[in-house]
């Protein structure tokens, strides 16, 4: 008899149970976050040649040979707008097509392959649109299975509207594109 009742106390205790944990869920899902989720930008993309000399480095940071490299650099850029319409953040994917690269003494040719997401110059304390993204890109040798594959390092240049849009962009080292000096 005792488990029977224990039983049917149970059965009268359960809904009130479920309707105690229904108001507190409903009660907690009042809360609202400080700030709306970012929306994002169309992507814009832009494609440069790339034709420049470079200097390589091994995997294990030795220097390797310089090389002179020609291609195609494809750049997509997107900002972050906060509610306001304001770029809060900035992201930029990059990679190389018909790329290929020649040592300056012309014993070795390379692939170019696989690009870094882009790493921007620090803005602090507040964002900014970052002026200069760093690259990394991997060459690999052709026909010689003993070699290991080289890395190399691209700066670009960039310019964005207020809007977030990027306007301008340019290889660091390329003819027109100095550090000091303006995008053309």
């Known amino acids: 008899m005792y488990i029977l009742n224990r039983q049917f106390e149970m059965r009268k205790a359960l809904p009130v149970l479920v309707w105690t944990l229904t108001t507190i869920a409903s009660v907690a899902h009042v809360a609202h976050a400080d700030s709306p989720k970012p929306k994002e930008t169309p992507t814009e993309t832009v494609s440069l040649n790339l034709s420049k000399l470079e200097i390589t480095y091994r995997i294990d940071g030795s220097q390797g040979p310089d090389v002179a490299i ?3 650099l494809h750049v997509a850029s997107q900002a972050l707008l ?17 790329a290929f690269a020649v040592s300056l003494d012309g014993a070795t040719s390379y692939v170019a ?12 304390p507040t964002a900014c649109s970052p002026p200069f993204w760093k690259l990394t890109f991997r060459l690999l040798p052709v026909n010689s299975a003993l070699q290991s594959s080289l890395l190399f390092d691209e700066t670009l240049k960039t310019q964005y509207a207020t ?8 290889v660091v080292g390329q003819d027109g594109c100095d550090i000091d000096g303006g995008i053309p």
């Open 70 to 72: 020609e291609g195609k």
């Open 82 to 98: 906060s509610s306001d319409g304001t770029p809060i953040g900035f992201t930029l994917h990059t990679n190389v097509s018909d």
């Open 113 to 124: 392959v696989g690009a870094s997401e882009g790493i921007p110059a620090e803005c602090q």
């Open 163 to 170: 809007d977030g849009t990027l306007s301008k962009v340019c």
